[in-house]
């Protein structure tokens, strides 16, 4: 059980990315009151909690409605997770998101940003989404099942916190400190990635 609750934290951690998410909120934020940055940041993680829950626990029955098997489900997982470890890797995604914090500074009127994109895509997005799922397909029982769902509690928990302190975590860990950090996380989604694909290509072919 431990072994699997290390497991899934390491995974929703390095694909949720709180450390990335906070100077991303930080940015997004920047000028608001503090009662209101707290009051974003908690949104953003209630309703990204109820996306995750969602999935995680109608995912599978949601792929059967659809005719997916999960070994299928595993192996798209498994490419769709590689695709984002390379962009960490290479800090694509922190550009993308950089860009989209501009976009939304450049339209003052949009004052909310917990809905969107906070809680969705950046939270719980399609990484995340189908990280959760792929998760609870290898829980077996009951007792796992509620490690996953532990583990993904305490890896929101962690990024509710790393939002409502982005603001002295940005001028403690700064720019460069960031970048190092998604990079390491980028290689470990990687190999998870593709450990993700072996699974499935395994279980699929009978090997």
Not at 4 to 31: E, H, K, N, Q, W
Not at 85 to 105: C, D, S
Not at 106 to 112: F, G, K, L, Y
Request: charged share 15%.
């Amino acid at each position: 059980m431990a072994d699997l609750f290390v497991s899934a934290f390491v995974t929703l951690f390095v694909v949720i990315d709180p450390i990335g998410c906070a100077p991303i909120y930080a940015g997004m934020a920047r000028g608001a009151p503090e009662a209101q940055f707290r009051e974003m940041a908690i949104r953003a993680i209630v309703i990204s909690t109820g996306v995750l829950a969602f999935f995680a626990l109608l995912g599978e029955r949601l792929l059967s409605a659809l005719h997916i098997e999960l070994d299928a489900f595993r192996i798209a997982g498994g490419i769709m997770l590689f695709v984002i470890a390379l962009e960490m890797v290479f800090e694509k995604r922190t550009e993308r998101r950089e860009r989209r914090v501009e976009q939304l500074q450049a339209t003052p009127e949009v004052e909310d940003v917990s809905v969107f994109p906070m809680a969705m895509p950046m939270i719980a997005g399609p990484g995340s989404i189908a990280t959760v799922m792929l998760l609870m397909g290898r829980a077996e029982g009951l007792g796992s099942t509620f490690v996953v769902l532990g583990a993904l509690g305490a890896v929101l928990l962690v990024t509710a916190l790393a939002l409502l302190l982005a603001r002295p975590l940005m001028r403690l860990l700064g720019s460069r400190a960031e970048a190092v950090i998604s990079r390491m996380l980028g290689v470990l989604l990687g190999a998870l990635a593709a450990q993700y694909v072996i699974d499935g290509v395994r279980a699929a072919l009978h090997l």
